[in-house]
């Protein structure tokens, strides 16, 4: 097909109508190049996701664990709590089996042992064993901790004091408390029955308060208040 | 910058780019992928457009050096001087005023005319697709053109 001769000014004006046709096309190129860039990018960002979604899921995984498990292990780790369970007094009848000679483990059951049974034996209805917080403090001192007690172990103390043998409560330089606790209670030439007696007015005094112990020590021939400055 | 504004950017600025690359390789296909490659390199730093104060002249620049890219590609050891090279003018506004100027000239042909008219020059199809479309044989679109061509010029004449 031949076009007809067409005049430079008609010319002109068609072949503005072909260059803007043209650069129409070309943006079109353009904008679906741009469209083609774009979604790759999300495509991209797509792929990129499931990583941040792991990490993000092991982390918030993690915190749960850790907020599940804390608090279970909050009783043992707040020592300076003022309600202190009867854990606490078993992990303190570790340090008096440290503190017994191995020769004597064969002829006599341990002292530990037969704390821990006593301890076990303790009637379950009463609950936990709560006890003053500066008591508390004391039973976390482990070489003590045979001795300077709450009034339950005073208690499992006189009562195992009869069978245990007198190298093992005989004061010695290495066991002040003992040392301290036998000189205020006077049991060297005492018996058993009345040991436990001034052992039961100690634990009460413990118990006490230290206005009411102070009273009460003012009527009384003991002096737990000994006991206290340890 | 958000994937709609830098759309109208390169709309704005597309044949001023296409211009300059067009003045450094003289050749329209070169000039597009030069385009096109300057619009890439736009996008992946379109986070930093925001700030630039004449986006025109960066990106008939970017165009500029692209195009000077693939000129060295093609002849590598011709020098090049891009000093030589000056930026062109904005697009001149006539064309687009020229292009309005037709169209409203072409409004006035009958329905076939204009079809047939902007779908050669405007569209740059060949005579068998035309005659594809408009269902006519390559004899009746020659008329038909022919016509269209005598209706112009007479509009034109009148219009002085």
């Given at each position: 097909m031949k076009d007809n001769p067409i005049d430079p000014e008609l010319?002109?004006?068609?072949?503005?109508?072909t260059e803007h046709g043209r650069n129409q096309r070309r943006q079109q190129k353009l904008l679906a190049q741009i469209d083609k860039m774009e979604a790759e990018e999300m495509r991209l960002q797509k792929k990129r996701r499931p990583l941040w979604w792991v990490a993000t899921t092991g982390i918030a995984a993690s915190m749960l664990l850790v907020l599940t498990i804390k608090p279970q292990q909050q009783p043992l780790v707040a020592h300076n709590n003022t309600s202190q369970p009867l854990r606490i007094q078993q992990t303190d009848s570790m340090a008096i089996k440290v503190n017994t000679p191995s020769s004597l483990a064969s002829s006599a059951p341990s002292v530990s042992a037969q704390a821990r049974v006593s301890m076990t034996q303790l009637p379950a209805a009463n609950g936990p064993q709560t006890m003053p917080e500066s008591n508390a403090e004391l039973l976390s001192e482990p070489t003590d901790s045979m001795i300077v007690t709450t009034p339950s172990s005073v208690e499992l103390f006189a009562d195992n004091l009869a069978d245990i043998p007198t190298d093992i409560t005989a004061p010695t330089s290495d066991r002040p408390v003992i040392k301290t606790v036998r000189a205020t209670l006077g049991t060297e030439?005492?018996?058993?029955e009345s040991l436990r007696i001034k052992n039961e007015t100690f634990a009460f005094n413990l118990a006490l308060g230290p206005k009411e112990e102070e009273e009460m020590s003012q009527n009384s021939k003991f002096k737990p208040l000994i006991v206290n400055n340890l | 910058m958000t994937s709609e504004v830098f759309k109208k950017m390169i709309v704005t600025y597309q044949p001023d780019m296409q211009r300059m690359a067009e003045s450094v390789l003289h050749d329209p296909y070169l000039s597009e992928d030069a385009v096109q490659e300057a619009m890439i390199q736009l996008w992946q730093q379109r986070n930093r457009l925001d700030s630039e104060r004449n986006l025109r002249a960066l990106c008939v620049t970017m165009a500029k050096r692209r195009s000077i890219d693939l000129l060295r590609k093609q002849r590598p050891f011709q020098l090049i001087d891009e000093e030589a090279l000056e930026i062109p003018e904005p697009t001149p506004n006539n064309i687009e005023e020229r292009y309005q100027k037709a169209m409203k000239i072409i409004e006035r042909l009958p329905s076939i005319q204009q079809k047939a008219l902007?779908?050669?020059?405007?569209?740059?199809?060949?005579?068998?697709?035309?005659?594809?479309?408009?269902?006519?044989?390559s004899t009746n679109l020659y008329t038909i053109l022919s016509r269209a061509y005598a209706a112009?010029?007479?509009?034109?004449?009148?219009?002085k």
């Open positions: 010319q002109d004006l068609l072949a503005s109508v030439s005492q018996s058993t | 902007l779908m050669k020059y405007e569209e740059e199809k060949n005579t068998e697709e035309i005659t594809r479309e408009l269902n006519i044989s112009l010029r007479e509009m034109m004449k009148n219009e």
